[in-house]
């Protein structure tokens, strides 16, 4: 079975831009959770997708976004792109539905804010 | 709300020797709680998870865990370290309140000495 898949797995992108990354769950898992992990802060909660609808969500500006597609594969989004938003994002996957089954992860998306 | 506090950044043991990572956390709620291990340029792979039930859990990698709840700790240990062992790990809670909204710890680097 293959794993949780992030493309790109690095992008470098300037100020005031905005960037899309992509997430595709193990097949089967219908929740998709996203993370930012920095030196600085560590690794932080952004969100939850379960069903296409957002379940959870941590302390971003709204400049940080997702959707979640039909087939679980999920998108961030991130608008007007800021230096602090330099990290390596994190995406993982679970089956869902009742219970805090096992999260999978992948292996992130580098971004880089110039 | 949630947190997690990883005592020491940094802890390095002998080849052989016993691993202690510790991990406190406070929660308004019953919470589940985790530990990961990520290593270079991978994302977060899980070791263990407690729910419910026996408060001793045991994980992957002769690793295991035990919630105590008077103490709010959640440590982790392995009786015999192995050099392959050195990574990087995480201390992670979330509620049982319906799917992920995980908070992490800032991470213990484990280094294993020969």
């Known amino acids: 079975k293959a794993g949780v898949t992030q493309t790109p797995r690095y992008l470098i992108k300037t100020r005031g831009q905005q960037v899309t990354l992509s997430c595709s769950p193990i097949?089967?898992?219908?929740?998709v959770s996203w993370y930012q992990q920095t030196p600085g802060q560590g690794l932080q909660f952004l969100f939850e997708?379960?069903?296409?609808?957002?379940?959870n969500k941590g302390n971003f500006p709204g400049r940080f976004s997702g959707r979640q597609f039909s087939n679980s594969r999920s998108e961030m989004n991130v608008s007007t792109l800021e230096l602090g938003d330099s990290a390596l994002y994190l995406c993982?996957?679970?089956?869902?539905?009742?219970?805090?089954?096992?999260?999978?992860f992948g292996p992130g998306t580098r971004l880089t804010v110039l | 709300a949630q947190s997690v506090t990883q005592l020491g950044s940094h802890v390095s043991v002998s080849e052989g020797a016993l691993v202690l990572l510790r991990c406190n956390y406070s929660?308004?709620?019953?919470?589940?709680l985790f530990w990961y291990v990520q290593y270079p340029n991978q994302g977060l792979q899980l070791l263990l998870k407690?729910?419910?039930?026996?408060?001793l859990v045991k994980g992957i990698n002769g690793f295991e865990a035990e919630f105590k709840k008077s103490e709010t700790s959640f440590h982790l240990t392995k009786p015999s370290a192995h050099m392959s062992d050195a990574a990087e790990y995480f201390c992670?809670?979330?509620?049982?309140?319906?799917?992920?909204?995980?908070?992490f710890g800032a991470g213990t680097r484990l280094f294993v000495k020969a």
């Open positions: 929660s308004s709620v019953p919470p589940y």
């Open positions: 407690y729910t419910t039930g026996a408060t």
């Open positions: 097949s089967g898992h219908r929740s």
């Open positions: 992670a809670v979330s509620p049982n309140t319906g799917g992920f909204k995980t908070i």
């Open positions: 997708y379960f069903s296409e609808t957002q379940r």
């Open positions: 993982a996957s679970s089956l869902g539905g009742q219970g805090l089954n096992e999260q999978f």
